[in-house]
């Protein structure tokens, strides 16, 4: 299973840019990689994900290099409620199927 | 949006009690989950289930724990007599099924807080 490490915590001010990267280093081939967000008492929720270079969504952009040892989480112009948890998981649900979260990242925006 | 929809969305329960958390998957998902995150720490994989049977299951999930998905909708976590320490937010996910060349997206419920006592 892929171990994933990421800060503990990150702190911004609203409209700037976070960039949050997670290291991978065994990650393996068929692996993918997904961020999620998770706000205090609610669930997981799926940002983005991705396998390889750049993939960029209405609400982020995740950026892979080539090695795919690691992976940067980027949200434009945040604001006060991206203030949260963000996860970053490595696997396959189907492929491997015990997908499990690391501490993540708690990441609070300023005013 | 299709969701993952939890009941109850808070149980209190005395200890040694039996439990039963539920949960409605998204429809055309197969793959089900459940995790369980306690106050202030991380979310931690218990389980997973696949084609009526458990595909993977962490050292937490030991024999106090069971899932069942009795009909075609619901998935359910049963914990039996319950402890002190299984005071915590369960979530149950669910996945499409497996698609060539591509990776599939988790998606969770909102949670079911349960509080022993």
């Known amino acids: 299973l892929a171990k994933t490490t990421q800060p503990i915590s990150m702190d911004s001010y609203e409209g700037q840019e976070v960039n949050i990267t997670c290291s991978h280093n065994?990650?393996?081939?068929?692996?993918?990689i997904t961020w999620y967000q998770q706000f205090p008492s609610q669930g997981p929720r799926f940002i983005i994900q991705g396998y390889k270079t750049k993939v960029t969504n209405e609400v982020a952009s995740l950026f892979i290099p080539a090695d795919r040892k690691s992976s940067t989480l980027s949200l434009p112009r945040v604001s006060l409620s991206d203030t949260a948890v963000y996860y970053c998981?490595?696997?396959?649900?189907?492929?491997?199927?015990?997908?499990?979260f690391g501490a993540g990242t708690r990441l609070t925006v300023k005013p | 949006e299709p969701e993952v929809t939890q009941t109850p969305s808070h149980q209190v329960t005395q200890m040694g009690q039996e439990v039963i958390l539920r949960c409605v998957p998204i429809?055309?998902?197969?793959?089900f989950y459940w995790y369980r995150q306690i106050l202030g720490q991380k979310v931690e994989f218990l389980v997973s289930?696949?084609?009526?049977?458990?595909?993977?299951k962490s050292e937490i999930f030991d024999d106090q724990f069971s899932v069942e998905r009795p009909d075609g909708s619901n998935f359910t976590l049963k914990i039996r007599s319950t402890k002190l320490e299984d005071s915590a937010m369960y979530f149950c996910?669910?996945?499409?099924?497996?698609?060539?060349?591509?990776?599939?997206?988790?998606?969770f419920g909102e949670g079911s807080w349960l509080t022993v006592v």
């Open positions: 998981l490595v696997g396959v649900p189907y492929n491997n199927n015990d997908m499990r």
């Open positions: 289930f696949y084609n009526n049977e458990i595909s993977e």
């Open positions: 065994n990650i393996a081939t068929n692996d993918y």
């Open positions: 429809s055309n998902h197969l793959y």
């Open positions: 996910a669910s996945s499409e099924p497996r698609v060539a060349r591509s990776g599939n997206t988790i998606y």
